[in-house]
């Protein structure tokens, strides 16, 4: 009955969405025709602009060569100090349709494809004409159709960034036959070609967008920002106080027998000189960045978990161990039932949402990093591993088709396979941070 009615609803629906397209196309060709369009890009992820760090840095690199940037996404979380305090960028909100649940999933897709389609179009339409519009892809069902059709009215250039292909992120849900995923498919490659230039993230993604797409396009490797680093002591101190107030893992095991020092789990601080050491005996501190999909098996790395657990149980001289993964994502309440279930004595595990300012310290503060990104196509890299490098973090990553290009296994990181591998690594580099 109330799909019915939503059936009846959606003529009168489009239609009055397509008068007020036509309106915003009409603004659009009056603007520009006043003359030739100002040097503005507009830069659109049709996700959380918060957790797209490659975007965001896009826009900082376009608005320091001169550009104004208007930033178009979902504002579920703070992007950084840096992007929201420079002057030449606006940031646009846009609205997401989360909660429509009526009729067949298939039609609820539908509907939410025109909702994005019709939406972004207008937020595009009705802002000053743009020279470029930077897309992130995926996802791109329907923003690259769109942003192409706003060019060809206004007369901006397309200019795609290849970070994955959608497709391949679908087929992880539905398999790689599955009707909708054929169609992005061809969707991804038909539009794909309309742009003007095409970003992607790896060589190997170069290579197969020039030979299964016929697309050109140029690698632009990521590197981490300048906010990227390692964390003086007395600021690690500040940020597990903190989080400790939040998350019991920060904190010290007991409390000190003497006021006059300040502990956490990993550091103490004389209050009355200010010094701030690490004390003997401290946890190993481990962190995992992750958005929960697919594509992460965190499995491996409970897995490698249980077994430092056992070393320990078994005698082994190793400090115990507090890991930490960040990230919000489908799957994160699956894996904390999952961890809500282990008895682990000697392994603490906290999955807290950090703050943009937190996360890089947080990293610069560790001890260890794991990446257990694999791609859903193979062909793109771990942005995490990226920020890691940046904080001098030993990083311990999972291997798949081309992460060559960027961890190379006992020169600039350790490379697993499985949980027994991963296990071993970790014994590895918490032995070295004892000696150290």
């Known amino acids: 009955m109330a799909a019915s009615c939503l059936a009846l609803l959606l003529p009168p629906l489009l239609l009055l969405l397509l008068l007020l397209l036509l309106l915003g196309a009409e603004a659009a060709w009056k603007r520009r025709s006043r003359g030739r369009a100002a040097p503005h890009v507009a830069v659109v992820v049709l996700g959380d602009v918060g957790r797209s760090p490659r975007m965001q840095y896009h826009a900082l690199s376009l608005a320091s060569h001169g550009f104004f940037v208007t930033l178009l996404g979902y504002c579920d979380s703070k992007p950084h100090d840096e992007l929201l305090q420079n002057e030449k960028i606006q940031i646009v909100s846009l609205t997401e349709l989360k909660r429509f649940a009526v009729g067949p999933h298939i039609l609820q897709y539908g509907v939410k494809v025109v909702f994005q389609a019709v939406h972004l179009m207008w937020k595009l339409m009705w802002r000053q004409p743009a020279a470029y519009i930077f897309l992130q892809n995926p996802p791109g069902l329907p923003a690259i159709a769109v942003c192409w059709f706003v060019g060809c009215l206004c007369g901006s250039k397309l200019v795609i960034d290849w970070h994955n ?169 699956f894996y904390s039932r999952l961890l809500s279930q282990k008895q682990l004595q000697h392994v603490q595990v906290c999955t807290p949402w950090l703050e943009a300012e937190d996360y890089p310290r947080l990293l610069g503060s560790a001890d260890l990093g794991v990446s257990l990104h694999t791609s859903s196509s193979g062909l793109d890299l771990p942005m995490k591993v990226v920020d890691m490098f940046g904080c001098c973090l030993p990083v311990c990553a999972a291997s798949f088709r081309c992460l060559h290009e960027l961890v190379k296994h006992e020169e600039n990181g350790l490379v697993f396979r499985d949980a027994e591998e991963l296990a071993a690594q970790l014994q590895k580099v918490v032995h070295h941070i004892l000696k150290s």
């Not at 170069?206 to 600021?235: C, H, M």
């Open 165 to 333: 292909y959608g497709y391949s992120i679908m087929a992880l849900v539905h398999g790689p036959s599955h009707p909708l995923v054929l169609l992005a498919k061809w969707y991804e490659k038909l539009f794909g070609r309309l742009s003007y230039l095409n970003l992607c993230v790896t060589k190997a993604m170069q290579e197969d967008l020039a030979e299964n797409w016929g697309i050109r396009a140029v690698t632009v490797y990521d590197k981490p920002a300048s906010f990227f680093r390692e964390t003086p002591l007395d600021v690690q101190h500040q940020l597990f106080v903190k989080l400790g107030r939040t998350y019991p893992a920060f904190r010290a095991c007991s409390e000190s027998s003497d006021p006059a020092v300040e502990r956490s789990a990993f550091t103490q601080r004389d209050l009355q000189s200010g010094l701030v050491t690490r004390p003997r005996g401290r946890p190993a501190l481990l962190v995992s960045s992750t958005s929960w999909t697919e594509d992460e098996d965190f499995s491996i790395l409970l897995a490698a978990l249980e077994k430092f657990e056992q070393l320990l149980l078994n005698g082994e001289s190793l400090p115990p161990l507090v890991c930490v993964i960040t990230g919000k994502g489908p799957l994160k309440e």
